[in-house]
């Protein structure tokens, strides 16, 4: 994998461009579980389904208006150490007005978090990963405060470039897009799906190992029929970061 590449640069918005992005993000929160409920469940339920037995503390990155929340089954003692992290303030108010029993944060997971080494059990990204344009930057963030004993990560990517997504997509959130602002989605989905499927595997490889993964609609382990992928991670022991390269030592 190249250095070179990250991070990857995205040429600057209008004024009116960035009010539409940050527009959209809030409203497809809010469509997608309405209108397209099968890819939602299976986008929320999968941490949930691949959750460690025993966690305490939990990390969301990339929390949107909070709809994970919704899927969870969390204790007292759970929710009270569960951290929702937004990087719009306009989608981290609406998660404190609808769940102000946990804890909301707004912050940019490609810098250093308020957050000590290994402080959580459980790390959550539902698509998220695919939007970051300094994608290694984010894992080593998330890896740091992952705890190394028994943590987990939980992703959810889009089979982005597949032929079943690029046709989903067509009906679903570009129609919404173009109708709703009147301009071609182009520019925006350019700017958010930044990331492939391999890019992500590649630099989450020396930082976790996968220890499991799901594909949905379809129980088969290919991309271009699949609209989502699902994976758990564990933390490798130790990683050193030596020149351009990232290497696992041995526990």
């Known amino acids: 994998m190249s250095d070179n590449k990250w991070p990857k640069v995205l040429p600057p918005l209008t004024a009116e461009q960035q009010r539409i992005s940050n527009d959209f993000m809030k409203h ?18 999968y941490s949930v389904q691949h959750a460690p037995k025993s966690f305490v503390s939990t990390l969301e990155i990339g929390a949107g208006l909070g709809e994970h929340l919704e899927h969870e089954k969390l204790t007292a003692e759970q929710r009270k150490n ?13 998660i404190r007005r609808r769940f102000p029993d946990v804890n909301t944060v707004t912050a940019d997971c490609q ?20 939007h970051l344009p300094d994608l290694p930057a984010a894992v080593s963030e998330l890896y740091r405060v992952c705890n190394k004993q028994h943590g987990s990560l939980s992703i959810v990517i ?38 492939r499927p391999f890019e992500i595997r590649e630099v989450l490889a020396p930082y976790f ?27 490798h022991p130790q990683v050193q970061a030596s020149g351009s390269q990232v290497l696992r030592k041995a526990a």
């Open 209 to 235: 190992a996968i220890e499991s993964r799901s594909f949905f609609p379809l129980p088969v382990p290919a991309e271009f029929c699949n609209l989502v992928i699902g994976m758990t991670l564990r933390p």
């Open 82 to 94: 569960y951290y929702a992290l937004e990087l719009r303030e306009n989608m981290s108010e609406e």
């Open 111 to 130: 810098k250093r978090l308020p957050f000590a080494d290994g402080f959580f059990d459980r790390v959550l990204a539902v698509h998220v990963l695919e």
């Open 158 to 195: 889009p089979c982005e470039g597949s032929m079943a997504y690029t046709l989903a997509r067509r009906v679903s959130a570009q129609r919404i897009f173009e109708k709703r602002y009147k301009q071609p989605y182009k520019w925006f989905i350019e700017r958010e799906h930044l990331n």
């Open 28 to 45: 497809w929160h809010e469509v997608l579980p309405q209108r397209f409920g099968m890819i939602e469940r299976f986008n929320h339920t």
